[in-house]
């Protein structure tokens, strides 16, 4: 059986990573992707990468409509490795640290942090409110991975693509699912 991953994209700026993300494991033979997309996602993915949401849908395996809270993805009955949220817009933290679950990418969120599964939060926002800094800290002391897409300039990126790539490596290290070629050669 494969591995399942559920990824989940809001409306933050930072859907390239999303789709580099979904392009990278869709190479994997052993994972099995589950993909919610919120409207705001939609919006971004037109504006920031020139894509529909069904080009984007089809990078997935499976994908389910924001509104449809009974998909099998919002019960802890589903099994899944863990939950990636990216980009996750502190709209969305603050309806997770809350439990207001009112559509499929919040009720996946509360599953898997209730199952005590992985759940990462690809942070989208700068500058940072003591509200946002607040939602994080909580989320974090309730298991989440918070992963704002840094800048690295160790790794000496020529683009943004290659930027976007590592960022991608990042996320997929929670999972052990990284790439060798991404890790940190030292001085």
């Not at 089809?58 to 009955?77: C, H, M, P, Q, T």
Request: glycine fraction near 6%; charge should be neutral; include cysteine.
């Amino acid at each position: 059986m494969k591995r399942r991953l559920l990824i989940g994209m809001s409306g933050a700026s930072g859907a390239p990573i999303a789709v580099e993300l979904l392009k990278q494991l869709k190479k994997r033979e052993d994972m099995e992707t589950h993909l919610i997309v919120t409207r705001g996602a939609q919006m971004t993915l037109l504006q920031e990468c020139n894509l529909t949401p069904e080009q984007v849908r089809e990078l997935a395996d499976v994908s389910y409509e924001n509104d449809a809270i009974g998909a099998r993805v919002a019960s802890g009955s589903f099994f899944t490795e863990g939950m990636i949220i990216v980009p996750c817009s502190m709209k969305t933290a603050a309806g997770i640290v809350s439990g207001y679950s009112d559509n499929l990418l919040l009720r996946a969120a509360d599953v898997t942090l209730k199952e005590r599964r992985k759940l990462v939060l690809v942070a989208r926002e700068s500058p940072l409110s003591t509200v946002h800094l607040r939602n994080l800290y909580e989320l974090s002391r309730l298991g989440a991975v918070i992963i704002p897409p840094m800048l690295t300039y160790y790794n000496h990126p020529a683009t943004l693509e290659d930027c976007t790539a590592y960022a991608a490596q990042r996320i997929l290290r929670q999972f052990g699912l990284g790439d060798d070629a991404y890790e940190w050669e030292g001085m």
